[in-house]
């Protein structure tokens, strides 16, 4: 049974930096394509970042530059740095495995206000 735990959400002003971490049991960690995904309550969920097994990284226009999706399949654990965060990057962020029919983590929230 695959699961995900995410955490490091929080509170931070705008300009400041969190990091979250996705820890994945029940599966072959470093075969899978892991993804980011954020969701405000009523709004689709739409993909922050994914990182392939071989490492290849792909990150939504909107974060760029300021976000960084990372794995360490030592510890069946893949990453996302948020740095120069704005408050519309206000959201629940669910980490995935396997794609819009795969599975998710019950995610965390992450709000971005002074």
């Known amino acids: 049974q695959v699961q995900l735990v995410e955490s490091g959400g929080g509170l931070v002003q705008p300009g400041g930096s969190l990091r979250l971490s996705c820890a994945a049991s029940?599966?072959?960690?470093?075969?899978?394509?892991m993804g980011w995904y954020r969701q405000i309550p009523g709004k689709q969920r739409d993909l922050v970042a994914t990182i392939t097994s071989g490492g290849r990284k792909d990150y939504a226009n909107s974060v760029k530059g300021r976000f960084t999706i990372s794995r360490d399949n030592a510890k069946n654990t893949v990453y996302l740095q948020m740095n120069s965060l704005k408050p519309e990057d206000t959201s629940v962020y669910y980490c995935?495995?396997?794609?819009?029919?795969?599975?998710w983590g019950q995610g965390t929230q992450v709000t971005v206000s002074s």
């Open positions: 029940g599966i072959m960690f470093s075969n899978y394509v």
């Open positions: 995935n495995v396997g794609g819009a029919y795969g599975s």
